[in-house]
């Protein structure tokens, strides 16, 4: 195997035939069934939502300068932070790792030549675009200013923003992440090469795989909660409003039945590309593949009795508070043992620093402070003292940004060789990573400060004895900007100067090493079958075992 | 050498000092659960400090001692020992167990409030804060209250989701429309303290924020006969009682065709369909504005719906009224 790995890097990657340049032509895209294509097109698209999403959250953090606000109105204000928050969470955070990199990897980890079905998988993409278009035309035609929580009655009666096609935006991308979710699954179960049995896949896999179960089970529950809220505001049925005689919490309740679920959806595929990167640099099987594996599953199975933890303070009943409390603490367990895994994982092995470990070790870290800090959150009596202020906006940044974002951007830098047969400038991306990790701890951790002296989120204007950490984290959220405008030019530069990668760059193991970079559109010369286990690197000879 | 490090020393107490001065740390802690709370938060941060070092820690430590020293380098084979997994699963899981009893007990204990609290009720609007004392004084977006004294909100919202916040008592609960919730406290330090609106309310929520004045008791007693609209909550609702003739058929002896409001608060009654509930806010408020949806055993169904010609605060002005027939009830009884 060695020596066919030689060869091909001995062909420069453009004379071969490859997914890239099969066929040319707008065409050749927008009609293409190959799922390395679609996960690019995901890629361009989300891309774009993050853009958007991040002009919002500049603007933000600009108003929160003077405790006055510096920028905009308060009505301009509200639906920054609205446009913000959905469009990261709806159409960045959901798609964002499970669309690209799972599009992309899922097939060639398993040795599959595509997903089950392909043409879903094109469809899919057509349908979150559609969203995206909802949801960038509520924008355009004015923007929407309910928070990305959509809570009635102020959504369903009050509001006078573009409710409706915004809900519609995000009922309708949901689809899509239900589509994806089930060709994943189906894949995984159907498509795998002979001997790669279900403890030889890749962590990455397994993340996926719980992801998709989340997608599956949890979004239904959120297009239907947003399709009652539309008839209430189109048709006045009265669902929601207790002025025509519904009820506000029943709202929460489906809200957050699928909203926290959706927040392991954001994080569980993070945290199977963190498996990956941490093997790879440090050239070692991942330290109990078994419970990282299981972690995975539990994560997504407890997720879904927890959401009575973003209702402590509506008045539900102390049982409930109590029960739901006990549930958010386990939930946290899975987390704890996977950090403890990876680092463990580093012992003894050969570590290497380039870009994608950076992010990686980063990610344990941010990863680490926000689960730690969510522990404030399932416990009832600090909990009522901090929801709904900063501190929730910290901890789920830590989360959100620190996690799964860090493990985005740590996997686009491993897998961008394999993706375009090109390398990055190293250099450059180290950088970039330590601007992101400088520029995101300034930004959030004064919001944990903020939070505990009890400004709350969601405000324009502010008392002016908390003006000087909100300067703090808006002089790091300049610096995060830069942090993410680098890769993207570099990114960008690579596509079509960056040096040749070769096969495998990184040394590392896993089946899309084992094929050329970019791959073949049928991604492998040759049938495949898998004899050994995940991360098998090679090992010193230890006779003391 | 010793000046030296005594320098350093003051340089950086000054420097922390000024640091705390620009950079406000600790919330001002006013009821008397704040202190108890502010300890499980110290624990809270302890425990995320200590693993947050412990595992930077270990990461630094492993990667300048595990650093690639050549390509060729083939790292052990290490095992995963099951006593360790098990370790990380239990260790972590025990100290939950901790946070979540000491916890709880506080939750239970700044949601059940003490029988003797004195009442006031709160009523929220796009983008205001309505407060009102049984005594009769009316308050927008301040609240003065007397120290020492345990306080017993009732709260309810005219129109969407709000949210009350004192963050100096540590305490905050959701206003919502068409119900009613209840937050409670025991103010400790008298002074003036932040009050907020955490529930996203639309224009002008980041406005709809006032204060709490915690007064001594003597300064309240006089703040409370210094009110222009002294008239007592019980007196009013007395007042829309008689504006709506309720009086015609809630006649006080029980002969009339509804049935007599004296002594019923706090007490159950007996619904048609044969099950019981205990008369309180709720349930005034839901036979005011459903009263299909209540209707008293051995009374035909026939009050009409005060929706929509009732404010909230009329309501809360009408149950004070109802409340007030209990008392005097049972002060003559005796």
Partial sequence: MSTAIADIHEIPAESQVNYLNASYGIKSWLLTLDHKRIGLLYLGTITLMFLIGGVAAVLMRLNLIEPTGALVEPDTYNKLFSIHGIIMVFFFLVPSIPATLGNFLIPIMIGARDVAFPRLNLMSWYVFVTGCVFALYAVAAGGVDTGWTFYPPFSSSYSHSHVVAMALGIFIAGFSSILTGLNFIVTIHKMRAPGMTWFRLPLFIWAMYATSLIFVLGTPVIAVTLLLLAAERLLHVGIFDPAIGGDPLLFQHLFWFYSHPAVYIMILPGMGIISELITAFSRKKIFGYSFVAFSSLAIAIISFVVWGHHMFVTGQSIYAGLVFSVLSFVVAIPSAVKVFNWTATLYKGSISYEAPMLYALGFIGLFTLGGLTGLFLASLATDVHLNGTYFIVAHFHYIMVGGAIMAYMGGLHYWWPKITGRMYPDLWARFAALVIFVGFNLTFFPQFVLGYLGMPRRYGVYPQEFQVLNVLSSAGASILAIGYVIPLVYFFWSWNYGPPAGPNPWGATGLEWTTSSPPPTENFEHSVIVTEDAYNYPTADVTSE | ?334
């Fill in chain 2, 1 to 334: 050498m010793m000046g030296l490090s005594q320098f350093g020393l003051n340089a950086t107490k000054a420097a922390a000092s000024s640091l705390a001065l620009m950079i406000p740390m600790q919330p001002p802690a006013a009821s008397t659960i704040s202190g108890d709370i502010d300890q499980l938060y110290y624990l809270l941060t302890g425990i995320t400090l200590f693993f947050t070092v412990l595992i930077f820690s270990i990461i630094f430590y492993f990667m300048v001692k595990y650093r690639r020293r050549s390509n060729d380098e083939r790292p052990p084979d290490v095992h995963s020992p099951l006593v360790l997994e098990l370790a990380w699963t239990v260790i972590p899981s025990l100290i939950c167990v901790v946070i979540f009893v000491w916890s709880s007990i506080l939750y239970i204990r700044s949601s059940r409030p003490p029988a003797a609290a004195t009442e006031i009720f709160v009523v929220g609007k796009q983008w205001m804060w309505h407060l009102q004392h049984p005594e009769g004084p009316r308050e927008i977006n301040e609240l003065h209250v007397p120290v020492g004294v345990p306080v017993k909100l009732t709260m309810t919202s005219q129109d969407v989701i709000h949210g009350f916040y004192v963050p100096a008592f540590r305490l905050k609960k959701d206003v919502l429309p068409g119900r009613y919730t209840s937050l409670w406290f025991e103010a400790s330090e008298v002074g003036t303290y932040h009050l907020f609106c955490t529930e996203f309310c639309g224009t002008n929520h980041a406005e709809m924020i006032g204060w709490v004045y915690v007064m001594s008791p003597e300064d309240y007693a006089v703040w409370l006969s210094g009110g222009e609209n002294s008239e007592p909550m019980a007196q009013q609702g007395e007042q829309i009682f008689n504006h709506y003739t309720c009086g015609y058929c809630h006649v006080a002896d029980g002969t009339g065709r509804g049935p007599s409001l004296v002594g019923i608060f706090g007490k159950p009654e007996k619904l048609s369909s044969g099950e019981s509930r205990v008369v309180d806010e709720a349930v005034i408020r839901q036979a005011l504005l459903q009263p299909n949806s209540v209707p008293v055993a051995g009374y035909a169904p026939i009050m009409p719906t005060f929706q929509g010609q009732l404010t909230e605060e009329q309501i809360l002005q009408l149950i004070a009224y109802v409340k007030s027939l209990g008392v005097q009830e049972r002060a003559s009884a005796r």
